[in-house]
């Protein structure tokens, strides 16, 4: 794969430079040209195909995702080329051309193995699940209109409308909901942390064990992002009681499945637990607040 994406990327240079500057090519140079490009890119795919589907298929997906970029970028640079005029070097042709180069590149930074890959993956989720936190706890913190850095508007009226604010019984029901969302970002530290430590991609169980993990873990910062929303004011108790049972089902899903897999030795099973009943006891106090909602 490295070779076919350097080879690719020559071809970029190549292509990009003999359209850089009159005279046009001759028709048998952009034959050749043509077959080049082709054929790079034929090997790239082909490269891609060979992976087997028992390395993991959250490996698979990131090794796809990279070569459809260097295919798309090879695409964008014949395109732009096919629509400038030959008189000089434009500035769409230097960006696709660095497109090319910059997507030919990300091979040395693809995951080697199918444990290097859920990593990665847990690594992006946990970046999202933070982001999300950090926002909801600067809200809450900068008083009680959550929408203050929004300037009035004319049309909408002065912005004493109550729906903008967050009542006392409000703040009472997002303190538990953001005891999930903090779980939520202690659980996929706790994983990505016994992935790196314990993972093995070794035989097909570990490899399908850790697919499975990815999966899971995946629903997890959409999961945070929905329940995030509908903290907003004006709060509709039953929309945040049922986002919050959702994340909390996600959140069981991915400690039981951690639990059970090779990742986790009975050293590590005290905070699976611990975990397990922090989830369970925000739940139950979201659940206490919103009776009345049912």
């Not at 014949?78 to 497109?99: C, D, F, K, M, R």
């Not at 300037?151 to 538990?176: C, H, I, P, Q, V």
């Not at 997890?220 to 992002?225: E, G, L, R, T």
């Amino acid at each position: 794969l490295d070779q076919t994406f350097k080879v690719t990327s020559q071809e970029a240079t190549k292509l990009s430079l003999a359209f850089s500057r009159p005279p046009p090519t001759s028709v048998e140079d952009c034959r050749k040209l043509s077959e080049d490009v082709q054929n790079a890119i034929l090997a790239v795919a082909t490269v891609y195909y060979w992976l087997p589907k028992g390395q993991g298929t959250t490996l698979r997906k990131m090794v796809r995702d990279a070569t459809t970029e260097v295919v798309e970028g090879m695409i964008q640079l014949t395109e732009t080329i096919l629509n400038a005029p030959l008189e000089s070097l434009s500035q769409e042709q230097l960006i696709s051309t660095g497109g090319v180069w910059e997507a030919c590149e990300q091979v040395s930074n693809l995951p080697r193995d199918n444990q290097a890959a859920v990593a990665s993956s847990l690594a992006a989720c946990l970046g999202v699940v933070k982001d999300a936190l950090e926002e909801m706890e600067r809200a809450l913190v900068e008083g009680q209109d959550p929408y203050s850095d929004i300037m009035e508007d004319e049309e909408l009226g002065f912005r004493g409308n109550r729906d903008t604010y967050w009542s006392e019984a409000d703040r009472k029901l997002l303190s538990s909901c953001m005891g999930l969302m903090k779980a939520s970002k202690a659980c996929l530290k706790k994983v990505l942390g016994v992935v790196k430590a314990y993972g093995k991609a070794d035989s097909p169980e570990q490899i399908a064990q850790l697919d499975d993990l990815a999966d899971i873990a995946n629903e997890i910062s959409p999961s945070v992002d929905e329940l995030a929303l509908s903290m907003y004011p004006p709060v509709n108790q039953l929309a945040v009681r049922l986002n919050a049972a959702k994340l909390a089902s996600v959140l069981k899903k991915v400690l039981e499945i951690t639990k059970t897999s090779h990742v986790c030795p009975p050293s590590e099973e005290g905070w699976v637990q611990f975990l397990t009943g922090a989830v369970d006891h925000n739940m139950n106090k979201i659940k206490n607040f919103t009776q009345g909602q049912l």
